[in-house]
C-alpha cells in the first residue's frame, strides 16, 4: 500500500493500554437504548397518517409487554391510554436491566402525552435514567410549529420545528387501530408523519401488511397479521390481532416484544438480571481473521456482508468505499496546524456549533477547555492536548444513558460515548471543527476476537496556511490520536443519526481482506 502524499502520511500505531470492555462500550448506545428508543418507542407513540377519523376509545386501555434480547428476558413495557374530555392522556413506563460484561446496568423511562381525539400531538414529555445520569426532554405543538425543550446536565435547550402537516407520536394501539381501520389484510400499506420524542425528529414511517401467522405467547396461541414498520432506514416488526391489539414486536438486531400480563411483566423484570444473556458478546460481529496488535494497524480493507448500505457513511476521507469493500487508513497529521479558532467555510462551520448533546457553548465546559489548552492556538497540538485530558478525565465506567458533555464534565465517568461528547464539545469550546462518529472497532481484548459497536469523533484539520483539510479520526477513548485503522466509520451526527445504526445491528458480517 502506498502512503497518501502531502503532510498526511500512514502512521504506526501505539498499543492498546485501555480495558477490555472499553472496547466495546459503545454496543449498548447503538443497540440497547438506540432500539429502545428508535424502535420500541417509533412503534409506541400516536402514529397515523392524514384523514383519520376520531377514534373513541371505551374507557380505559392497558398493556403489558415483556422485553427480550434472544431468549432473555431484559425488562418490561406498561402502556396505559384513557380518554379525558376532547382528548386521550397516555403514560409510558419502561424498566430494563441488562447484563453488560457482567455488570447489571438498569434503565428507566416514564412519559406522559397528551393526544387531540384524532390521536395527533398535543404535548409529550419524557423522563430517562440510569443511575446517576437523567435525561428530559418535551415537545408542545402550537399550530404549525413544535417547540422541543431538552434538559440534560443540569442544562436547558430550547428550539422550534417547522411542522408541514400535524405530527403523530407513535402508539401502538393507535397504530392498531389506524390498520384495523383501512382493513388488515396482506398489501395494505400507510406512510405516516412521526415525532420521534428522543432524538426530536420529525420524519415519515411506512406500514405494510405482510401476512397473517400464529404467534405464541405465554398465555397461549393468537393468530395476528405480520406488519413491516421501517423509518430512516431500519425496519421492525409487528404483530396486529384482528381486534387492533399488538401482541409481538421484532427487530432483526434480536431485541423483541411480546404482550404479557403484569404478574408475568414483573417475573421478567426479577429474572432478567440472572438470566439475561451478555449484551456486548450478543452483539459482536465476528472476524474471519485475527487481527495481531489492532492498535497499531495502519490499513485495512474488509468485505461489508448482510444489510443495505444506503444512508451509512462509509466513504469519505480516510474510508473509501468501492461496492461493499471498504480501506481504511490512518493518516498522520502535520506538525502543525492552523490557528484557532478555525475560520474556514460555512460547510464546516456548522460542526463548530452547539446542540443538546454537545455543549460546546456552556460556561463549565468553556472554562475548562481554556483550562487544559493554557493558551495553546495550534490546532494540532490543542487536539492532542483535548485528547490526552479527556481519556485520563473520563473515569471507565458503564453508563446506560443518553450523554451530554455537561453530564460527564460533572460526573468524570463514562464509556465511548461519554468520553466522545465531552472531546467533541471541549473540541467546539476550543474553535475546531468536530463531529461525532458511530462505527465498529476490532478488539482481540475479549472472549470474541472481533468488531464491536463504538463511539469516537473526527477533527477537520489542516495545515497553517488552511490548505488540504480533512477529517480526520480521533478516539478519547483509546488515547489515540490519530485513531487506528480498524475504526470502520458506520455514521456521523448526534443520537438521531446514530438511531439509523440498528438497520446493520444483528445483520453485518465484516470479511477482512487484508490489514498492515
Known amino acids: 500500500m502506498n502512503e497518501r502524499s502531502g503532510e498526511f502520511r500512514v502512521k ?3 498499543s492498546d493500554s485501555r480495558s477490555p470492555w472499553l472496547l466495546v462500550c459503545g454496543l449498548l448506545a447503538f443497540a440497547a437504548w438506540a432500539w429502545v428508543f428508535g424502535n420500541y418507542f417509533l412503534a409506541h407513540k400516536p402514529f397515523l397518517a392524514g384523514g383519520l377519523s376520531q377514534v373513541q376509545l371505551q374507557g380505559r386501555s392497558e398493556q403489558w409487554m415483556g422485553f427480550y434480547q434472544g431468549s432473555s428476558p431484559i425488562g418490561y413495557n406498561h402502556e396505559v391510554i384513557e380518554p379525558r374530555g376532547d382528548e386521550y392522556f397516555l403514560t409510558d ?5 441488562m447484563n453488560l460484561l457482567g455488570q447489571e446496568t438498569e434503565i428507566r423511562m416514564f412519559m406522559k402525552t397528551r393526544l387531540n381525539l384524532d390521536w395527533s400531538l398535543k404535548e409529550t414529555e419524557l423522563d430517562l435514567s440510569s443511575g446517576e445520569v437523567s435525561f428530559a426532554a418535551r415537545a408542545d405543538r402550537v399550530g404549525d410549529k413544535l417547540k422541543l425543550v431538552v ?4 442544562q436547558k435547550m430550547v428550539r422550534e420545528l417547522a411542522l408541514a402537516q400535524p405530527p403523530y407520536l407513535y402508539t401502538e394501539p393507535v397504530l392498531a387501530e389506524k390498520l384495523r381501520q383501512v382493513g388488515l389484510k396482506s398489501g395494505t400499506r400507510l406512510s405516516v408523519p412521526v415525532f420521534e420524542p428522543v432524538s426530536q425528529a420529525v420524519d415519515f414511517a411506512s406500514l405494510e401488511v405482510l401476512s397473517e401467522e400464529k404467534v405464541k405467547l405465554l398465555s397461549g396461541e393468537v393468530r395476528a397479521w405480520k406488519v413491516s414498520d421501517s423509518f430512516r432506514g431500519q425496519t421492525e416488526y409487528l404483530w396486529i390481532t384482528e381486534a387492533g391489539e399488538v401482541v409481538k414486536e421484532s427487530h432483526p438486531s434480536g431485541f423483541s416484544a411480546y404482550k404479557v400480563t403484569r404478574e408475568q411483566a414483573l417475573e421478567l423484570l426479577a429474572r432478567s438480571s440472572s438470566l439475561s444473556l451478555d449484551l456486548i458478546s450478543a452483539l459482536a ?4 481473521r485475527y487481527i495481531e496488535n489492532p492498535r497499531e494497524v495502519n490499513y485495512l480493507q474488509a468485505k461489508i456482508q448482510g444489510p443495505e448500505l444506503e444512508g451509512l457513511d462509509l ?3 480516510s474510508q473509501k468505499l468501492s461496492g461493499r469493500t ?10 502543525s496546524g492552523y490557528q484557532l479558532p478555525f475560520a474556514g467555510g460555512v460547510e464546516i462551520q456548522k460542526y463548530l456549533e452547539p446542540d443538546w448533546q454537545v455543549q460546546s457553548r456552556d460556561s463549565a465546559v468553556i472554562s475548562k477547555t481554556r483550562e487544559v489548552l493554557a493558551g495553546e492556538k495550534d490546532s494540532v497540538r490543542a487536539v492532542q492536548k483535548l485528547v490526552n485530558y479527556v481519556s485520563a478525565y473520563v473515569e471507565d465506567s458503564m453508563v446506560a444513558t443518553i450523554p451530554s458533555a455537561v453530564d460527564v464534565l460533572r460526573q468524570k465517568k463514562g464509556a465511548c460515548k461519554e468520553h466522545t461528547v465531552l472531546f467533541t464539545a471541549m473540541a467546539r469550546a476550543a474553535g475546531i471543527p468536530a463531529r461525532m462518529v458511530a462505527g465498529l472497532v476490532y478488539s482481540d481484548a475479549y472472549l470474541i476476537k472481533g468488531f464491536y459497536y463504538h463511539a469516537w469523533a473526527e477533527v477537520f484539520l489542516a495545515g497553517p496556511d488552511g490548505t488540504n483539510g ?4 480521533v478516539d478519547p477513548t483509546f488515547n489515540q490520536f490519530p485513531a487506528d485503522a480498524t475504526h470502520l466509520r458506520l455514521k456521523t451526527g448526534n443520537l438521531d443519526a446514530m438511531i439509523s445504526l440498528m438497520q446493520v445491528v444483528g445483520q453485518t458480517k465484516i470479511e477482512v481482506l487484508d490489514y498492515q
Not at 460481529?285 to 474471519?288: A, F, I, R, T, Y
Not at 480533512?470 to 479520526?473: E, M, S
Open 285 to 288: 460481529v465476528e472476524s474471519n
Open 326 to 335: 471498504v480501506e481504511i487508513l490512518a493518516l498522520e497529521i502535520p506538525a
Open 12 to 14: 504506526p500505531r501505539k
Open 315 to 317: 466513504d469519505g476521507d
Open 470 to 473: 480533512r477529517w480526520i479520526r
Open 93 to 97: 413506563e419502561m424498566v430494563l436491566k
Open 151 to 154: 434538559r440534560s446536565g443540569g
